[in-house]
């Protein structure tokens, strides 16, 4: 019988002296490898953002493990389940940011007052009362899913977000309600906002994650990128069936197709899928040509 393996998602912002940092990742490191739970763990001075993969008993050692190192727990996670490994290995890095902005100095330490309950956001969105629903994730994320009537900045990456508000001419005087995976971006891309005027903004509690754990049926259409081996889940957290990741670019691919040289069945992206071709990887691509060119030549 094949494992299930359990999936968590966590974020907390905490002031982190950065002498700490080195001693934080070999720790966390190390207890990894001896309890077998895989993933990736960020560490900045700002806290600690990641996603890890283990059994229910490793990733529940693991949750203990992060309080005692944070000294806190005040720890927010987001569970799923998996039947294929979410991670092949261990990753512990450090960062200047958990949450790549390129704004270190923004530090979310008071934005909990505009957080909104999955049951709040439902009712929220349900209003028919004017308002911005904004998605703050990248756009190879967005092709997976999203909530019905959001705005896609259509952002590459999340640093954009600034640049995205100054052009973008918002209207200021509605309510703005915004999203992600698990709510680590919105924490930032908030503060943003409020900087430039915009008022009454709020943020969707745990993200997309959160909301189809109590409403797998409600609000947001299509599936969820995750950025793991799963590359998305549905609307109840299982690993998608429709997604695979595009052999040209790494991003998210939905047009299936089955290799001519190997036989594999694989995944390409709407921007590569003119080009790409009927190989399931370059090595596959470059053998096919090879043999095209010989049978031109005899």
């Not at 954009?160 to 005087?173: F, R, S």
């Not at 259409?221 to 799963?230: A, L, P, S």
């Not at 290799?259 to 790409?276: L, N």
């Amino acid at each position: 019988m094949s494992q299930v393996w359990t999936v968590t998602s966590f974020y907390r912002f905490v002031n982190v002296e950065a002498s700490r940092l080195p001693t934080l990742q070999s720790t966390m490191k190390e207890w990894m490898t001896a309890h077998d739970v895989l993933g990736l763990v960020l560490f900045a001075p700002e806290g600690a953002n990641g996603t890890v993969a283990g059994s229910s008993d490793g990733v529940a050692s693991f949750k203990e493990f992060l309080f005692e190192l944070l000294g806190t727990t005040e720890i927010r996670f987001k569970d799923s389940e998996s039947d294929r490994p979410p991670f092949r290995r261990i990753s512990v890095d450090l960062r200047e940011e958990i949450v790549g902005l390129k704004r270190p100095d923004i530090h979310p330490d008071s934005t909990e007052n505009f957080h909104l309950s999955p049951a709040e956001w439902h009712a929220a969105l349900s209003d028919e009362s004017p308002k911005l629903l904004i998605d703050t994730r990248n756009r190879y994320e967005t092709r997976a899913g999203m909530f019905k009537g959001a705005i896609d900045p259509d952002i590459n990456i999340f640093s954009e977000w600034g640049t995205y508000l100054d052009q973008a001419d918002l209207p200021k005087d509605l309510p703005v309600y915004m999203y992600c995976t698990g709510g680590i971006r919105c924490e930032k891309a908030l503060i943003e906002m409020k900087s430039r005027g915009f008022d009454e903004v709020y943020q969707l509690r745990d993200g997309i994650l959160g909301y189809l754990e109590e409403y797998p049926d409600g609000l947001y259409e299509g599936e969820c990128y995750v950025f793991d081996q799963r590359v998305a889940v549905d609307s109840h957290l299982r690993p998608t069936q429709i997604y695979g990741t595009c052999p040209g670019c790494g991003l998210t691919a939905k047009e299936q197709r089955v290799c001519e040289r190997c036989g594999k069945t694989f995944t390409v992206c709407e921007d590569c899928s003119p080009a790409w071709g009927p190989g399931c990887s370059k090595d596959c691509r470059y053998v096919l040509k090879q043999r095209a060119k010989k049978s031109t030549l005899s």
